[in-house]
């Protein structure tokens, strides 16, 4: 799909389909909103006297021309109340309008700059943000199934300043290079696990590196034992597809030899092993590589936005299944770094692999490290499906991740580390055991993982409550929602314009 900037009159605008907003309680249209109004002999007005048109977020109020407008018709979509506006509301608004008109047939719409002006956001992260939105509200997956709608072939964004063309064009090809990235991520995670293996995963990366010129590795059984990586090959045992180490890495600063390390689960589907889950919603099982789709991801857009700062992601992929040679209840594993660790149960297998992962992240010189991983369902039950918790052991790192996604509009909550649930851990026969008691089980598996980052600056992200989506909202549609991905890229950024320069 084409995303233009164009300069002009929305109200002159020719278009399947003209979007223009409302802020909600207002009572007579301004700006752009009110120019449409006019040429419509004051239709949206009288929609919005008779309260048909109110102004409430996310709500779509649908006007035809009748030939008034070289449009064919007028979607003024609300955008709540002015004093709760953001950036991110402008995705949702953005994504929200274009699946609607989508199902309306509009293969071609233009849209005002939400935001700007009176909702004192800037023309240029209003851009980004309406990028972001539209190619992220009209994902679909549609590789094994018919689409159910035509496409939306082109979105013009109307601005009408002439000398801001070049800084709004280039605000575009960031948000979509940032909401290609999400649907990267997406597509992986949707993919049936027959066909998303872990050898197909290290294919995709060596496919991403020979696109955006990374480098890639991916090592095999025989190296991961050399290496010993104990825990990971122990959680691998039951399957009888291959595991993978895959690790991409970007070098935009080539003076430096420290990278960032980002560290995704990839395990590309978890029937629990021999501590088998309940069948029920085990097909959603397959979203268990979330964290690894995340990170490679993320490295795609890294690479084609050029910032001057290395980064290396590291992904641990394989399949959790019960067997004959699978993993027991009681057996005991040594992971890369040497501890051992006993195993109470096969279904906490994604701290086993990012054990090895982290391990090895830390034996590169990796610093600072984030992972991302659906640990745990005691996060979802903790935080619900809006928000990843995030644990750590560096607060300004913490501090960092925490503004970058809120500038994505990811929403993640910082969650405590407290010394004394790491009694939970201890084991009577090994170092450590892979899981607590029942209580506080997201920060238990936490503490678990910091067992395997020595003193490297560490953040640690649970997206088991925000992998995958029921229903859709906004920009987020059911399914993978590729969550991490535009936080990770945003880190990146940030940390590069840090260290001087990107």
């Known amino acids: 799909m084409e995303i233009k900037v164009v300069v002009g009159d929305i109200a002159k605008i020719e278009a399947d389909a003209v979007v223009v907003n409302l802020f909600e309680d207002v009572k007579q249209p301004g700006g752009a909103t009110a120019a449409v109004d006019k040429a419509l002999d004051g239709s949206i007005s009288s929609l919005v006297s008779r309260g048909q048109i109110k102004g409430k977020f996310e709500e779509i109020g649908m006007v035809h021309t009748f030939g008034k407008l070289p449009a064919s018709m007028v979607a003024v979509v609300g955008l709540g109340k002015r004093q709760d506006f953001n950036v991110d509301k402008i995705r949702r608004v953005a994504g929200g309008f274009c699946r609607s008109l989508r199902k309306l047939n509009c293969h071609k719409v233009a849209t005002i700059l939400h935001g700007a002006g009176k909702g004192a956001i800037e023309s240029e992260a209003s851009a980004q943000a309406t990028t972001e939105g539209v190619l992220l509200g009209l994902y679909d997956f549609t590789k094994y199934k018919k689409p159910e709608y035509e496409d939306v072939e082109e979105v013009l964004i109307v601005s009408r300043e002439r000398e801001d ?6 605000a575009v090809k960031k948000g979509r290079l940032m909401a290609e990235a999400t649907n990267l991520a997406r597509d992986m995670v949707n993919e049936p696990s027959n066909y998303m ?26 190296n991961m034992e050399a290496m010993g ?5 122990g959680v691998a045992g039951g399957s009888s597809q291959a595991p993978q180490l895959i690790t991409l890495s970007y070098r935009g600063d080539k003076d430096r030899e420290n990278a960032l390390g980002f560290l995704g689960k990839g395990v590309t589907f978890d029937s629990g092993g021999i501590s088998i889950k309940p069948s029920e919603g085990m097909g959603e099982m397959k979203d268990d590589m979330a964290g690894a789709a995340a990170a490679m991801g993320a490295l795609a857009a890294i690479a084609q936005l050029k910032p001057k700062i290395n980064v290396t992601a590291i992904i641990p992929a394989t399949e959790n299944l019960p067997s004959g040679t699978a ?9 890369m770094n040497g501890k051992t660790i006993e195993v109470i149960s096969t279904d906490a297998e994604g701290r086993l692999i990012l054990a090895d992962a982290l391990s090895y992240a830390v034996k590169q ?20 499906t809006l928000y990843s918790g995030l644990f750590g052991n560096d607060q300004d790192l913490t501090s ?19 010394d004394e649930y790491k009694e939970q851990n201890k084991s009577e026969i090994a170092d450590i055991k892979n899981t607590g008691n029942r209580y506080g089980g997201a920060i238990t598996a936490a503490l678990f ?12 992200i649970d997206i088991a409550g925000t992998a995958f989506s029921a229903k859709e909202s906004g920009y987020i549609i059911k399914g993978a929602t590729g969550v991490g991905v535009r936080t990770l890229i945003e880190l990146a950024l940030s940390e590069a314009k840090s260290q001087g320069a990107v």
């Not at 995963?201 to 025989?222: C, H």
């Not at 990586?229 to 090959?233: E, P, T, V």
């Not at 209840?329 to 992971?335: C, S, T």
């Not at 010189?365 to 619900?384: H, K």
Request: glycine share 8%.
């Open 165 to 170: 063309v070049a800084i709004l064009e280039s």
């Open 197 to 222: 293996t872990p050898g197909r995963m290290a294919e995709m990366a060596e496919e991403i590196a020979g696109k955006y010129d990374l480098e890639f590795k991916a090592f095999d059984r025989a």
């Open 229 to 233: 990586m104990g825990a990971l090959l």
């Open 327 to 335: 993993l027991k209840p009681g057996d005991v594993l040594r992971a």
């Open 365 to 384: 010189g990796l610093s600072p490290l984030i992972d991302l991983a659906t640990l745990t369902g005691a996060c979802r039950v903790a935080l619900g």
């Open 400 to 418: 960092k991740v925490l503004e970058a996604a809120e500038r994505t509009g990811e929403r993640m909550w910082q969650m405590p580390m407290p």
């Open 449 to 460: 993982l910091a067992e395997f980052v020595a003193n490297v600056p560490w953040v640690h």
